[in-house]
């Protein structure tokens, strides 16, 4: 085995091959991929191969759509097959709000210029004569949908990889990970060790054991996921043609064709964490013992819904480990805390968004950032105040609601309240509505005297509506208090932090006790932080920004070099804050303290 490399990625799933195939196609030459065992190791040998593409993020369907559209390219490439099957996906809605959700993801696919439209309900009889549609109130067809062999395109990756000039190990177990004083990475293996400059941990299920190598503890939880495959149906054989992917999400199910069968996986309420403190490390081609009662109700569902499962044969049933996050979304991108530590993790729809996690994960290595803003599934978004408990409770959710529909701005309410403020109680007991950032409760809106602190979350407008415009007209006509404490705070000082910040912040720096808006912008100009520079001293600076970024905001801060002359302190665990706003706000300061607040 080589002694260096430019990249180490641990895990030959289809998140490690895909990073090693983008690298490659980029001319990244000296990528060394590490596998314990046999490529697919981990989760991605027993998935069900389906794929669901529109993503009510607009960046995230693109990577989604990116994926998808790759598989054929990569067949071509690489003469591995992925077992492609180009069926289109049926969106069915049985709700009004149901409803309303795929108009609207209709509405943005038209923006991204992708095919997803409404059809007849006679169009999807059409497409699939064997669906009950009683209770279906519209429909839409994604014509990009498809369903894969998950070994089969993991391969086709790892193919195009070596092909490229990608060393895949297998059978090579990553014992150890050490910073170098460099920035770089020493890896160990029982083969013999490397050193890197970049290291990527893929290690799927075994993501938070790869992790602590490195001293970072990620916030994955494994859980117990069931599908089946019937035995071959009579109706679906006399078909003579292949049906398109069924998403009848209201019943927490998901449903296609295999073979002359199908293939029914379900999202059951009270879902089983599976290795809460640790993945066997001698875990691998097994699957877990089945037990179909659990997701009984999801399957009755399904059987409503496609009448001739009712008499069908199960022929194999499926139950393996899935990872999770305690936002159903992937851990993407380079960790805040480590220097060139790359990580993919929580990965749960990998087939469909796989590829294109590969390709951002390749320009974050190479060009210091990836071309499209991934904040949702951007690793930063999560800090050390991520507890145990709260990535169970999370994740348990997670795994029971993952096809319910929400709203926009609407809260989860699993693992909270976890980071409290001193003013918190008072704040509720004051009507305040919470939402978590960063792990912070913080007050959304206060509901008035007389009016219960409830929020039913709608794409229509809510009980938010009119306290928060009453709140909006108070602070524009007179004053009010906002509660800042969620905010991100650094203390930057030294005798070269004003230098050091000049040059990470697009707006002069104030002067001397003055306070500005000072942007940090990335290398392509878009925006890290807005923060609100105050400077303190001459060599003295408070910066403030966004609560939830913080992670983010220290990770361009160590990008950016502040080693010597520059020193940076977190302030926001320690500090509350108080933003008192509005015409009259020099007035109320002057009655609480007797001040002259006049210019
Ligand atoms: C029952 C089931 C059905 C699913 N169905 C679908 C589906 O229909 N569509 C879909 O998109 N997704 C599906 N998934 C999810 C999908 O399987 C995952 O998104 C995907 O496999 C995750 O891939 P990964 O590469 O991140 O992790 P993994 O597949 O877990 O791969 C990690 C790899 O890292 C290796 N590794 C670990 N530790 C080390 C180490 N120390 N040194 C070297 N190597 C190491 C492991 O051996 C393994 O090969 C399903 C999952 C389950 C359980």
């Not at 490529?39 to 998808?68: E, F, I, M, P, R």
């Not at 990470?504 to 306070?515: A, E, F, G, I, V």
């Amino acid at each position: 085995m080589q002694k260096t490399a430019e990249v180490v990625i641990v895990g030959g799933g289809v998140a490690g091959c895909s990073v090693a195939y983008h690298l490659a196609k980029r001319g990244c030459k000296n990528v060394v991929l590490l596998e314990r065992s046999e490529l697919t190791s981990g989760s991605t040998w027993h998935a069900a191969g389906n794929t669901h593409v529109l993503q009510d993020n607009a960046n995230l369907s693109k990577l989604h759509y990116y994926t998808v559209r790759l598989y054929p390219q990569l067949e071509e490439e690489t003469g591995q097959s992925c077992g492609i099957h180009p069926v289109g996906g049926i969106y069915l809605a049985s709700t009004p709000e149901r409803h309303d959700q795929i108009r609207i993801q209709a509405s943005k696919a038209k923006y991204l210029g992708l095919d997803f439209q409404t059809i007849s309900l006679e169009d999807v009889h059409e497409m699939n004569p064997l669906l009950n549609l009683d209770g279906i109130i519209s429909a839409m067809f994604e014509h990009n949908e498809l369903h894969i062999d998950p070994s089969g395109v993991t391969n086709a990756y790892a193919a195009g990889a070596r092909m490229n000039g990608v060393k895949i190990h297998r059978n090579t177990p990553v014992t150890a990970t050490t910073q170098q004083p460099n920035g770089g990475w020493l890896v160990e293996t029982p083969e013999g060790r490397i050193e890197t400059k970049y290291l990527v941990n893929c290690a799927g299920l075994w993501g938070r054991e790869v992790g602590k190598l490195a001293g970072i503890n990620l916030p994955l939880m494994p859980m117990e996921h069931q599908y089946f495959v019937s035995e071959s149906i009579p109706e679906i054989e006399a078909l003579g043609r292949e049906i398109p992917l069924i998403h009848d999400n209201d019943g927490e199910y998901y449903m296609r064709q295999e073979g002359k069968g199908l293939l029914v996986g379900a999202y059951e309420l009270g879902g089983l964490h599976w290795a809460v403190d640790g993945t066997p490390l001698d875990f691998g081609h097994e699957l877990l013992p089945n037990d179909l009662d659990r997701v009984l109700d999801n399957v009755v569902r399904a059987m409503d819904r496609m009448p001739c499962l009712e008499t069908a044969g199960i022929k194999r049933i499926v139950n393996g480990p899935m990872i999770w996050t305690p936002d159903l979304m992937p851990l993407v991108g380079e960790v805040s805390q480590l220097t060139n530590y790359f990580v993919i993790g929580g990965l749960i729809p990998g087939f469909s968004i796989g590829g294109g996690l590969g390709l951002m994960m390749a320009e974050w290595i190479l060009d210091g950032q990836p071309s499209l803003d991934i904040w949702p599934i951007d690793v930063a978004r999560f800090g050390d105040w991520v507890t145990h408990d709260y990535v169970l409770d999370t994740t348990a959710d997670n795994y029971q609601t993952r096809f319910r529909l929400f709203f926009p701005y609407e809260e989860r309410t699993a693992g909270r309240p976890l980071r409290t403020r001193p003013a918190y109680e008072h704040q509720k007991d004051n009507g305040a509505m919470f939402g978590a950032q960063f792990g912070w409760e913080v007050p959304m809106w206060f509901a008035p005297e007389g009016m219960p602190p409830v929020e039913n979350f709608s794409f229509r407008r809510t009980e938010s509506f009119g306290p928060v415009g009453d709140e909006c007209r108070t602070i524009r006509s007179s004053v009010g208090l906002l509660d800042t404490s969620a905010y991100a705070k650094f203390i930057v000082k030294g005798p070269r932090a004003a230098e050091w910040l000049d040059g990470l912040t697009t707006n002069t720096l104030p002067r001397h006790r003055r306070m500005s808006l000072a942007p940090m912008v990335h290398l392509r100009g878009g925006v890290v932080a807005d923060f609100t520079v105050a400077r303190l001293e001459d060599d003295e600076f408070l910066l403030i920004g966004a609560g939830v970024a913080e992670n983010a905001h220290l990770r361009w801060f160590r990008k950016n070099g502040f080693s010597s002359g520059v020193d940076v302190t977190s302030m926001s665990v320690d500090w509350v804050g108080m933003s008192i706003s509005g015409p009259n706000s020099r007035a109320l300061l002057s009655d609480l303290t007797g001040e002259d607040f006049s210019n």
